[in-house]
């Protein structure tokens, strides 16, 4: 039997991650303050469907989607995963989606998940996950220089079958 600790799980963040950026600065607010229809025109961000399927096979389905956000991003985010058929086209399982309301908390479902590698967009997600999350990839265009040590720069989609390991 397999060491479960050994084992390699994935987490990936959803916004800014998955669902592209829209408005200026990479905010994404026709995602969270628009409308229900906003939202659901949001598109995937660039590579994201060509990348999370090889990544869910390379992780033996072992990946879950980890969200911060309140109820009606929430809400919001389930239906944009609906629409866009993620789970069907990625092979995440569906019930693999966790939320929750304060990014620090991101680090309780990693323990409680065991994941070994986490894709996120943002430093002090990956901050908080120091000494529980050996892999830590930031994902995206920085705006700011990047001062978290120990992370891998996961610049687009593309890079991902190369970086991810």
Known sequence: ???T???ARLGIDIGRVLIAAEGANGA????I?????????????????EAVAPLVEKFEGRVWL???????????????LRHHRFFERTGIAPENLRFCLQR???????????ITHFIDDRTDVLH?????VPHRYLFGPQRKPVTVEGLVLLPAWKDAAALVN
């Not at 620090?104 to 990693?110: F, G, I, N, V, Y």
């Not at 908080?128 to 529980?132: A, F, I, P, V």
Request: aromatic share 6%; charged share 20%; proline share 7%.
């Open 128 to 132: 908080h996950l120091e000494g529980l």
């Open 104 to 114: 620090p908390q991101k680090a309780d479902h990693c323990r409680q998940l065991r």
């Open 66 to 80: 980890v969200s911060k956000c309140g109820p009606s991003v929430q809400a919001k985010s389930r239906a944009w």
């Open 1 to 3: 039997m397999k060491n």
């Open 28 to 31: 994404d607010t026709s995602f």
């Open 5 to 7: 600790a050994s084992i």
């Open 33 to 49: 303050g628009g409308s229900l229809q906003d939202a659901l025109g949001t598109p995937p961000y660039e590579g994201m469907f």
